[in-house]
């Protein structure tokens, strides 16, 4: 067996079932929901809002609240009661706020879908199109590879990749000493005998990897573009301010000829780079790389 | 990686991250959305607070007016 195929396959682990809740007098609806959930969903059914008003209530990671369900004046008193609420994920069967004026007491992922048309199938596949997403920024496996020179990488949508470390714009040429997981689940980190090390987020993984992913890696004249622009406005702020390149390389604890290459577009600097620029220049980060 | 509270909030960026320039926006540990900090504008599917602007703006990711 292939190194490779020993870190993908070597841990799988069974991990519990997400829990689901359905607060709805529909018995119907109800009914279908746990058959559609089938064995992916630990799902326990509710009648009422009154009945989230428990602390114990809320231990599912997702809800599913009907809006006409009798007490829906309760709403939106659990997130008022336990500001944990907010951090979970919630469905509303409507089309729209029952009260508007709520809704800077929500969830700023609270998502609807139309009670018209809700069947048990529909609120099952929502609900496991959500879970896919949260499983999307969790990185639950990863190892460097010598032999192939990457990172197997396996995320907690159980899909694993294959990251070459030459795709990684941050890393050097020198041999990898460690590739571990960062102080959680949504990133790793990877040392280099140079000294030199970088961090790996979920998302980054996908840029590289998965072609479905939205943000798949961009085409090289865009990023040059970008890049350009970046360089042309640090070069305006900084004549604004009145500094020469060695001064604001000094301000910003970067070596002089690095600012020079940013400021011609022949580097894209990372954001904590920029970071620093900005303080030292006294500007929003956002004013240097925003599109116009 | 660098983090910044802003009430309910922490503004997570990563050395290393993907184009365009982005930042990871989480609450009780948990990952709500990224912004896009070049374009202005959520990368996920997420209501945009007052409270997120906020914390954005307060950050440097978020200039209120554009031009």
Redesign the interface.
């Known amino acids: 067996m292939s190194p490779l195929a020993t870190i993908v396959r070597g841990e799988d682990t069974a991990a519990e079932k997400p829990r689901a809740c359905l607060v709805s007098q529909d018995e119907r609806l109800a009914r279908d929901f746990v058959a559609a959930s089938g064995n992916t969903l630990l799902v326990e059914v509710k009648h009422t809002i009154a009945d989230l008003l428990s602390e114990a209530a809320l231990r599912s990671r997702f809800y599913v609240v009907d809006t006409l369900v009798r007490d829906m004046d309760l709403w939106p008193t659990p997130f008022q009661r336990f500001p ?1 609420a ?2 979970l994920r919630w469905f509303l069967l409507a089309s729209r706020l029952p009260d508007p004026s709520c809704e ?1 007491l ?1 969830p ?3 998502r609807f879908l139309d009670r018209t048309q809700a069947t048990g199938a529909r609120i099952a596949a929502a609900v496991k199109r959500e879970i896919e ?1 949260e499983e999307e ?1 969790h990185i639950m496996a990863i190892r460097y590879v010598e032999e192939a020179r990457g990172f197997a990488v396996r995320l907690g949508t159980a899909r694993s990749y294959f990251l070459p470390l030459s795709e ?3 890393a050097d040429r020198t041999s990898v000493v460690s590739a571990e997981m ?1 102080e ?1 689940d ?2 790793f980190v990877v040392k280099q005998v140079s000294g030199n090390w ?4 979920w ?2 993984v996908l ?2 990897c998965e072609p479905a992913y ?2 798949y890696k ?1 085409t090289a004249d865009s ?1 040059e573009q ?1 890049d350009l622009q970046v360089g042309v406005r640090l070069r305006e702020h900084r004549k604004r301010r009145g500094l020469t390149v060695t001064e604001l390389a000094r301000l910003a604890e970067m070596k002089r000829p690095n600012l020079s290459r940013i400021e011609h577009g022949k580097h ?1 600097p ?3 780079t ?2 620093r620029l ?1 303080e030292a220049l006294g ?5 240097l ?4 | 990686m660098t983090r910044k509270k802003h009430g309910n909030y922490e503004l997570v960026t990563y050395k290393g991250d993907h184009p365009p320039y982005h930042v990871h926006i989480r609450r009780d540990g948990r990952e709500v959305g990224r912004w896009d900090i070049e374009n202005q504008k959520p990368m996920d599917r997420f209501r945009v607070t007052k409270e997120i602007l906020d914390a954005l703006r307060a950050s440097g990711y978020y200039l209120e007016e554009t031009e």
Request: glycine share 4%; proline share 9%; net charge negative.
């Open positions: 944990e907010l951090s800077s929500l700023v992922q609270l997403i920024h990684l714009p941050e960062g959680d949504s990133y970088f961090e790996v987020p998302d980054d840029y590289h939205p943000y961009q990023h970008g894209r990372s954001l904590e920029l970071e900005s500007v929003p980060v956002a004013e790389v925003r599109n116009r």
